[in-house]
């Protein structure tokens, strides 16, 4: 087991430097940006590139560094040729910077000289309490709808409830965003239209978890009542109940010790594949509500070239992608007793 | 008698064909000529503008009037392309605002935080601290206050509150316009040194700043707490243009203001020098700004590269991003290095346990109270400022709503529950919120036009093809041009078919059919808008003429329309019943919705109705990034019509008619067709005919002009071969033109050659001074490379054939003299074989 966690580590290793490695060069070698503006404003734009690394500024014309994005002839009569400074180049230097000095860079624009650790960090937790607090939310409303609707199979209410879901697991989530934010906060006042501020009183900051997390949870709830509730009903129809309910055991005894623990089984990894997306934030919701999470840095960041939010961004998210595959491999040996990783034949 | 009618008929016959006969031989109809927007009238040579000619130093009234004689040029040819609208709009103020006038001041607003105050409490704020304080947003937060190392305006905004100034602006008695005066500086205008009696401009300016008890920092840090209530030194407001021109802290406005007008003299030669180094006392030498004090105290001494008046000196020298600031601070963010500090300047620091609260000295109106960063931003009214005592709003809070960014509707929703001051309306809600109370109209900085591609294919090609001035095109790229975007009566009818204040006010914009924004100034002194002159009202009489004030005319575009149709159809360009084609390329799909729509329609209902036997389809675009638009299209040449938007500075509307240059001087050309530097006898001025370009730089800096065009004061042509002398060395001789007359003259001063020891290094480059000699006529310079320069870069003559030779020299107009400047390389320096 421990050899299998170990390589499996190892490998989960490897692959986030492939990842990384590609999303660096790929990145890079997207069209240059250019300036729009006269001569001084696009001579300003590349002597900063040339300062972050970006951009070469050649007294020549050269060959061997691709298309030269500018000529300026300055008022002492220096020439300035601006070359995009060659990926590979970067990629070294990048990956030195990480390995000598564990140096991921500062952010050139989401916030100036800041260490792009330290934003990512910065941003994580309001992300993760929304989304832990909309998944402890969400698992026991989500499971427990879906048991109810399990046991009244067929029935008036289990039609209510599967109708429910399917109709609001098929509303696109910024629809939900903007219609609870109109009703619950601008129409009726009840809540606050945007996430409270450091300054804002304590009930504020409580009401203002209220719309983000009802928001986030709403699918997940929609998505594990309809999981349980087909995990269920396939469970109680095996044999293995029907033989539990044959010796005697009564119909609550044998949903709750057998029906339910191995209706469990798919289910609980979904929860820890949820987790993984706690981290992630959303980017709408954040948006919308004005939460300064996580939920749009990516974006952000690609938008405003700050490439090295960028690449701790994608950095942190390979990494817990990947770490969290080897947990959820892992547990379903937990779950299921059958399942031994690692084991040979 | 049945005979006589055959004949009859035979002769009625005869008769009629011989009367339609001709009509029908086309060798013998000529075709009315349609006029083309390039069309040239006869121009008398013997009046065309020759050598030096400048009229930077010419009156206010001359000046202006150049403007509207290249305005009225620009739009008969239309190189402005067509405007649509101001960047102004609809806003909406809450009932507690009271502003400082209701009448919208170009240039400076309602007077809100200058000379408005709130009256009753904000209700959506919680914080009863703040309920009084004027309430706005931004949907991103910058996490910085260093407008120095930011190219984004939000930056600007945010430092204006907290930063001071030399000069600032105060509303008039008489609440219509505007005053400059003194804020930091103690005279309310720069004293000229040098100026020159005639035209009272100077390139060297004093006055006297606020230093010690007269001024004092403030802060809320509790890091750097010892600065609140500082005393300000003199040095300090040396501090910031030392950290402006030092190249090596790698800011992003660093090259803003290197040269023409406004740059400091010596900025440029400090910037070079501190490549890999801090600015020293022997590198600062030589720049112009100098301190001193006198009998009146502490002073400043600024020595512009051009000559400027000094209501234009103040105009440049009054910004934010130059206030005091005490080197000591700086080296203190750094943790005792100077670099650091200014990398953490205005910024959170890396480990953001500092923000930009701690990290900036406030000297403007305002200073930091709060900075939740990506939140919300607060100030409270500076008590240390010597505009505190006028100030009635005691703060300023600024919301980061996100929000805003995918919702347009956002910051209204959040005005209309109580908790923002103030609020653009949306185009969706404009229906309902136009004639609210609340609502007033402002006037905008920039229009937005649809810009045009007036090329034939010939002249698109020598802009664009494949040996293209501006970009060279492979030939299977080359753009389609449309024939009758060349036809002037065509282009007129675009114009006049626009219903430009339906559109605006759907947009929640103001109408606008003019080049300039309302807030361009020709006279920012005394705030009078250049488009309230005679000259700019003259220069548009033309196309306002019968319209509904916006240039918008359903009856002269269908007879525009019907013209071009005609001239069209007779030159043969089309044929009766064929249709016209044309893209609107747009920055993003849902202009399609806002705008693209219903300018087609207004464009194909219009030229569909006009009866001129052609067609007109108009076809939308837009590309993947909203910047398509421009690099993709008008600045390759790629388009008929697209829709884009360019200012300028305001204050100098003049300068920004380069833009319509078309040999792309200043990289931002956005409409193609005429050669603006051909002499097409359309613009004659001051009793000489002038291209568009020739008048416009005589007119921004001083002109060379041949023949009525711009010319080059200096040219030198591609060497010959270069002869191997006995010795080794190497003589070559270049042809060169230099402008060489009473006012004008170019004066080469050396010639530098150069190679690489080693070519694929750029680190092995080197140069050295060598021999040159101008022949008697001027038109010869003999260069000798000597035969151990020529072995020190065998190498690279060893790879590549050659030593490339550099000119260097100087221009002379009108008595004045430029510093010596590299002036052109020249490659082509091979050995005979």
């Known amino acids: 087991m421990t050899k299998y966690v170990i390589k499996r580590l190892i490998l989960a290793f490897v692959t986030a430097f492939i990842i990384l490695s590609l999303t660096f060069i790929l990145m890079k070698l997207l069209p240059f940006t250019k300036p729009i503006g006269n001569a001084e404003v696009q001579y300003s734009y590349y002597m900063s590139q040339v300062h972050l690394g970006f951009v070469l500024d050649l007294p020549r014309e050269a060959t061997g560094y691709g298309e030269r994005l500018f000529r300026y002839v300055d008022s002492t009569g220096l020439v300035h040729n601006f070359y995009q400074t060659p990926v590979m180049v970067q990629y070294v230097s990048w990956l030195r910077n990480i390995f000598t000095k564990w140096e991921w860079g500062t952010s050139t624009y989401i916030m100036p000289n800041v260490s792009a650790i330290i934003i990512i960090g910065h941003r994580l937790p309001t992300s993760m309490y929304i989304n832990i607090l909309s998944v402890v939310w969400s698992v026991p409303l989500g499971i427990g709808l879906g048991i109810f609707a399990a046991l009244k199979k067929n029935t008036m209410v289990d039609h209510v409830i599967s109708t429910l879901v399917m109709v609001f697991i098929s509303v696109p989530s910024f629809v939900l965003i903007t219609f609870v934010i109109w009703i619950f906060a601008y129409r009726l006042n009840w809540l606050p239209t945007q996430w409270a501020q450091v300054t ?106 700050d490439y090295n939010v960028l690449f701790v961004d994608m950095a942190l998210f390979t990494t817990i992608s990947l770490v969290a595959g080897v947990i959820l491999d892992l547990s379903y040996g937990f779950i299921d007793p059958r399942i031994r990783m690692g084991a040979r034949k | 008698m049945k005979k006589t009618r055959i004949l009859f008929t035979a002769l009625v016959g005869t008769l009629f064909l011989a009367a339609c006969g001709p009509k029908k031989t086309s060798s013998e109809f000529k075709c009315p000529e349609g006029e083309s927007v390039n069309t040239p009238v006869e121009v008398d040579q013997s009046k065309l503008a020759q050598g030096a000619q400048s009229y930077v130093y010419a009156s206010a009234a001359d000046r202006t009037n150049i403007l509207g004689t290249l305005e009225k040029y620009a739009v008969d040819q239309k190189l402005t392309g067509l405007t649509l609208f101001e960047n102004g709009g609809y806003v909406m103020y809450a009932d507690n605002i009271v502003k400082g006038t209701n009448n919208y001041i170009p240039g400076y607003g309602f007077g809100i935080l200058g000379e408005g105050s709130i009256n009753a409490d904000l209700p959506g704020e919680s914080n009863s601290a703040w309920k009084r304080y004027y309430h706005t947003f931004q949907t991103d937060d910058p996490a ?504 300028g500075n305001t204050y100098d509307p003049l300068n920004f008619l380069e833009v319509l240059k078309s040999d792309n001087s200043s990289n931002f050309t956005l409409n193609w067709g005429a050669d603006t530097n051909a002499v097409d006898g359309k613009i004659f001025y001051d009793n000489k005919y002038w291209s568009f370009d020739a008048l416009w730089t005589a007119a921004d800096h001083g002109a060379y002009v041949i023949d009525g065009q711009n010319a080059p004061m200096y040219q030198f042509q591609q060497a010959s071969l270069a002869t191997v002398n006995a010795d080794g060395s190497w003589t070559v001789e270049f042809g060169c033109e230099l402008a060489n007359t009473t006012d004008a003259k170019a004066v080469v001063v050396a010639a530098v050659a150069y190679g690489y020891v080693d070519p694929l290094d750029e680190d092995t480059y080197d ?64 050995p005979q074989a």
């Not at chain 1, 509730?229 to 109940?241: H, K």
């Not at chain 2, 209309?416 to 900085?445: F, Q, W």
């Open chain 2, 144 to 647: 910085t206050l260093n407008y120095m190392n930011s190219t984004t305006s939000v930056v600007g905004t945010l430092m204006g509150y907290t930063s001071g100034s030399y000069w600032g602006t105060e509303m008039n008695e008489t609440k219509d316009g505007y005053n400059w005066v003194a804020s930091l500086a103690k005279e309310n205008r720069p004293i000229a040194m040098d100026a020159d009696p005639d035209t009272h401009m100077a390139t060297t300016f004093k006055f006297h700043v606020k230093t010690g008890s007269e001024f004092k920092y403030r802060t809320n840090s509790s890091t750097f707490a010892a600065y609140n209530n500082r005393e300000v030194a003199l040095e300090d407001y040396v501090t910031p243009y030392k950290i402006y021109y030092t190249q090596q802290y790698g800011l992003a406005r660093s090259t803003d203001n290197l040269t023409g007008s406004g740059s400091i003299a010596g900025g440029q030669d400090v910037y070079n020098a501190t490549k890999n180094t801090e600015v020293t006392d022997e590198i600062w030498e030589n720049i112009g700004i100098k301190t001193g004090t006198d009998a009146d105290g502490d002073y400043m001494q600024f020595t512009f590269n051009v000559p400027c008046t000094s209501f234009f000196a103040m105009y440049y020298l009054a910004s934010g991003m130059f206030a005091p600031v005490p080197a000591q601070f700086i080296t203190e963010l750094g943790n005792g290095s100077f670099a650091d500090g200014v990398a953490a300047w205005g910024n959170f620091s890396k480990d953001l346990k500092l923000s930009p609260l701690d990290t900036w000295l406030c000297t403007g109106s305002y200073a930091l109270e709060r900075w939740d960063n990506n939140k919300q931003i607060v100030y409270q009214v500076n008590p240390n400022s010597p505009d505190a005592a006028n100030l009635k709003i005691p703060g300023v809070h600024i919301n980061i709503l996100s929000a805003a960014k995918q919702d347009q509707e956002a910051a209204l929703k959040e005005f209309l529950a109580g908790k923002l001051s103030a609020v653009g309306i949306p185009s969706t809600k404009l229906d309902e919120y136009k004639n609210d109370p609340r609502t007033t109209m402002t006037s905008g900085d920039s229009t937005f036009k649809l810009n045009m591609n007036t090329c034939d294919q010939e002249r698109w090609e020598e802009l664009f093809g494949e040996e293209g001035a501006i970009k060279q095109t492979e030939k299977a790229d080359h753009w389609k041009c449309e024939p009758a975007m060349t036809n002037k009566n065509f282009v007129d009818g675009l114009s006049f078919a626009i219903d430009r204040k339906t559109l605006a006010v759907k947009n929640g914009r103001t109408p606008s059919s003019n080049y300039f924004a309302t807030e361009y100034m020709i006279d920012p002194e005394n705030g009078i808008s250049y488009n309230s002159t005679k000259a700019h009202k003259d220069a548009v009489a033309e196309m306002a003429e019968g319209t509904d004030g916006y240039g918008y005319s359903l009856e002269k575009a269908k007879a525009s329309f019907k013209q071009a149709c005609q001239d069209l159809i007779c030159a043969g360009v089309y044929e009766k019943g064929d249709t016209i084609d044309l893209e609107v390329a747009w920055m993003e799909t849902v202009d399609f919705d806002t705008m693209g729509n219903a300018i087609k329609n207004n464009l194909e209902d219009a030229f569909n109705s006009c009866d001129g036997g052609l067609y007109l389809n108009v076809t939308n675009w837009a590309g993947q990034q909203w910047s398509d638009v421009y690099y993709k299209k008008m600045m390759v040449g790629q388009f008929d019509i697209a829709f884009g938007s360019i200012s």
């Open chain 1, 200 to 305: 804002d009183p304590t009930l504020t900051k409580f009401l203002s978890y209220i719309i983000p997390v009802f928001v986030l949870s709403f699918g997940s709830i929609c998505g594990y009542t309809r999981f349980t509730r087909a995990e269920l009903c396939e469970v109680m129809e095996s044999e293995y109940l029907l033989l539990a309910r044959t010796k005697g055991l009564t119909k609550r005894q044998a949903i709750l010790r057998h029906a339910l623990r191995n209706a469990m089984v798919p289910i609980v990894p979904s929860i820890l594949a949820e987790f993984i997306g706690i981290l992630g934030g959303s980017m709408i919701l954040e948006t919308l509500y004005s939460i300064p999470g996580i939920g749009g840095l990516f974006v952000e960041a690609l938008n405003a070239k």
């Open chain 2, 767 to 830: 140069e050295y001074e060598v021999e040159m000699e101008l022949s008697a006529d001027g038109k010869k310079i003999t260069v000798t490379i000597d035969a151990e320069l020529v072995e020190y870069f065998g190498a690279f003559v060893e790879a590549m054939g050659y030593i490339g030779v550099d000119f260097y020299g100087y221009t002379e107009m009108f008595g004045t003299a430029g510093s010596v400047s590299y002036w052109t390389s020249v490659f082509a320096v091979a």
